[in-house]
T-cell receptor, first 114, second 115 residues
C-alpha cells in the first residue's frame, strides 16, 4: 500500500543553519503531498502542500518540491530559527473511495539551538 | 482564523470503560476525520465521515469504535470498552472538500490514557 518514509530524527541545528528533512513516498496513484508541523503542546498545522509533479509548496521560508521521478518531497529552509523547533510530518493524500485519507511519515523532531 | 477544537485535552480512564472524545470542526467544512498517534509511532488514519455516514475506515476502527455527528457542530469518537492499547493521542480533522487536493485542518488532539 501507499507509504511515506522520513529521515530519522532528532535533527539538531544551530540558528541560521540550512535545513533539509528528507521525505520519500510510495503510491499507486497520483497523490497530493503535504508537510505538517507540530509545535510543542499543539496540534498538527499545515505547513505547505503540492498537488502535482514539479509543484513547489512554500510557507514561512520553508519549501518543498514534488518530484515524481524520485518520489520525493524534501523539506528545506535556508536559515532556521529557534522558533522552528518542532516535529515535522510528511504526508500524502491518498484518494480512496469518496474521501481523502492522509498517510503520514513517522515525523522528524527538529531542535534549533541559539 | 477558524480552527478545529477538541475536548478534553487529556482523558484518563480505566480499562473497559467507555470514552467519548469530542471535536468541533470548522463550520463550513463537510468532511470529518479521526486519526490517532500512539506514542513514538506514526499518525494513523481511523475513519472519515461525510453526509452523516462513514466514508472510509481503517482496520483499526473495529466494532469498539463509533463516530457520530449529534448536532450541527460536534463530531464525536466513542470507544465502547477501552483497552490499554487504545492509549494514544487522538486527532480530529476536517476539510471543506473530499478530494486529494483538499487540505485537512487538525485539532490540538486529546491524549487518552487507559489504565
Amino acid at each position: 500500500g501507499d507509504s511515506v518514509t522520513q529521515m530519522e530524527g532528532p535533527v539538531t541545528l544551530s540558528e541560521e543553519a540550512f535545513l533539509t528533512i528528507n521525505c520519500t513516498y510510495t503510491a499507486t496513484g497520483y497523490p497530493s503531498l503535504f508537510w505538517y508541523v507540530q509545535y510543542p503542546g499543539e496540534g498538527l498545522q499545515l505547513l505547505l502542500k503540492a498537488t502535482k509533479a514539479d509543484d513547489k509548496g512554500s510557507n514561512k521560508g520553508f519549501e518543498a518540491t514534488y518530484r515524481k521521478e524520485t518520489t520525493s518531497f524534501h523539506l528545506e529552509k535556508g536559515s532556521v530559527q529557534v522558533s522552528d523547533s518542532a516535529v515535522y510530518f510528511c504526508a500524502l493524500g491518498d484518494y480512496g473511495g469518496a474521501t481523502n485519507k492522509l498517510i503520514f511519515g513517522t515525523g522528524t523532531l527538529l531542535a534549533v539551538q541559539p | 482564523e477558524p480552527e478545529v477544537t477538541q475536548t478534553p485535552s487529556h482523558q484518563v480512564t480505566q480499562m473497559g470503560q467507555e470514552v467519548i472524545l469530542r471535536c468541533v470542526p470548522i463550520s463550513n467544512h463537510l468532511y470529518f476525520y479521526w486519526y490517532r498517534q500512539i506514542l513514538g509511532q506514526k499518525v494513523e488514519f481511523l475513519v472519515s465521515f461525510y453526509n452523516n455516514e462513514i466514508s472510509e475506515k481503517s482496520e483499526i476502527f473495529d466494532d469498539q469504535f463509533s463516530v457520530e455527528r449529534p448536532d450541527g457542530s460536534n463530531f464525536t469518537l466513542k470507544i465502547r470498552s477501552t483497552k490499554l492499547e487504545d492509549s494514544a493521542m487522538y486527532f480530529c480533522a476536517s476539510s471543506k472538500g473530499g478530494v486529494r487536493t483538499d487540505t485537512q485542518y487538525f485539532g490540538p488532539g486529546t491524549r487518552l490514557t487507559v489504565l
